[in-house]
């Protein structure tokens, strides 16, 4: 996890003055300003309590930020029944000038917390290094009998187990690279058809998508991702992407080459969030309409070349870097997964939350 630096510290005090001595005498709460704010998307009082946070602050986007600058440039925000954020519209002279003077500070706080100097030198965030003691559980689908050789038969004297596993390349790369961030750590894998609940209580990593992995489907009910997996005839090979966003549903379909069978372009999902079942732990889906695409969603934060470009994307662009989706186009060439490069056009085709 990255260091915290002073500058993430000097707007995260900022944001709690304003919030307890603006107007003192009217107690105002996190999840009333949550509340307030939420008129311009939704709002949570654990984000605002995150962006407060003098151990581990997060930074706000921008757009929050000019938020915060309306609604404490007039007491008229605090007064009636609720706490209100006024439209830009509504604001008068004095206000206006109020509300672009603290703006400016507010954003030109947020400019200092990103462009750390050398004197206050930041680590590199690294997603897949955990700071407690675990442990973490990787979770890959079993392959159904008939997608398997002998060798997975147990009754075979040279039985593999591994030879079971689904997403095989994704689960080799990823916990070995888990283990070398965590060497103390405890790092398991599992089938879901062998999972306990001990198992669900740490860091859970699920691998693969909801056809073979129960455990996917119930996790990811759970933490209701307006990202959906369903099966189309168009597509008989895997299970595709179903967005929500606006009351509108959008299908996200792989690419095929000329003759309908070779994959060129999968799609890969990679979620990160709280553990429903352990809010002190995370859980993280590396999924894909096909195996590539489980592929790339790991190789994106494991890929030495451009794992640290797009830890940065992640940082820059949700409030809460341990809470957030992306949907991402993973190229094919000649049967292998290219990592994806959040920063190169059109290879992030969904994020959530948007900011």
């Known amino acids: 996890m990255p260091l915290v630096q002073p500058g993430l510290l000097r707007l995260a005090q900022r944001l709690r003055e304003l919030r307890e001595q603006c107007w003192p005498e009217v107690g105002l709460t996190q999840a009333a300003l949550a509340e307030a704010l939420s008129s311009e998307g939704r709002l949570s009082s654990a984000t605002v309590s995150s962006w407060e946070s003098s151990r581990s602050p997060k930074l706000p986007p921008s757009s929050r930020l000019t938020a915060y600058a309306r609604f404490f440039a007039t007491r008229r925000s605090v007064e009636g029944d609720q706490p209100r954020l006024l439209p830009p519209d509504a604001l008068t002279d004095g206000e206006r000038a109020a509300y672009e003077a603290l703006e400016a500070e507010l954003l030109a706080l947020r400019d200092g917390a990103r462009k750390p100097s050398a004197k206050d030198e930041v680590a590199v965030t690294r997603s897949w290094y955990f700071s407690d003691p675990g442990p973490v559980t990787l979770i890959c689908a079993q392959l159904p009998e008939k997608e398997t050789g002998s060798l997975a038969n147990r009754a075979d004297p040279n039985y593999t187990e591994l030879l079971s596993y689904a997403d095989l390349d994704a689960l080799v790369e990823l916990h070995g690279h888990i283990r070398a961030e965590n060497s ?32 996917t489907l119930r996790l990811s009910e759970m933490i209701n991702l307006p990202i959906k997996q369903i099966e189309v005839p168009e597509v008989e090979t895997g299970e595709i992407f179903l967005v929500e966003h606006d009351g509108a549903a959008g299908k996200i379909l792989p690419k095929f080459g000329d003759d309908g069978k070779a994959l060129i372009e999968d799609v890969g999902l990679l979620v990160r969030t709280p553990n429903p079942l352990n809010s002190n732990r995370s859980l993280t889906i590396c999924n894909g309409i096909h195996s590539r695409g489980v592929l790339g969603a790991v190789r994106a934060l494991t890929d030495k070349r451009l ?35 959040f920063h190169a056009r059109n290879c992030v085709l969904y994020q959530w939350p948007a900011v």
Not at 196 to 214: C, E, Q, R
Not at 308 to 334: C, G, H, Q
């Open 307 to 341: 794992r640290d470009s797009n830890e940065k994307y992640i940082v820059d662009n949700f409030a809460d870097p341990s809470s957030f989706a992306i949907l991402m186009r993973v190229t094919v060439i000649a049967g292998q997964a290219m990592t994806p490069d």
């Open 184 to 215: 103390t750590m405890d790092v398991f894998y599992k089938l879901s058809s062998g999972v306990v609940p001990d198992d669900l209580s740490g860091h859970v990593v699920l691998l693969g998508g909801i056809a073979w992995n129960d455990t």
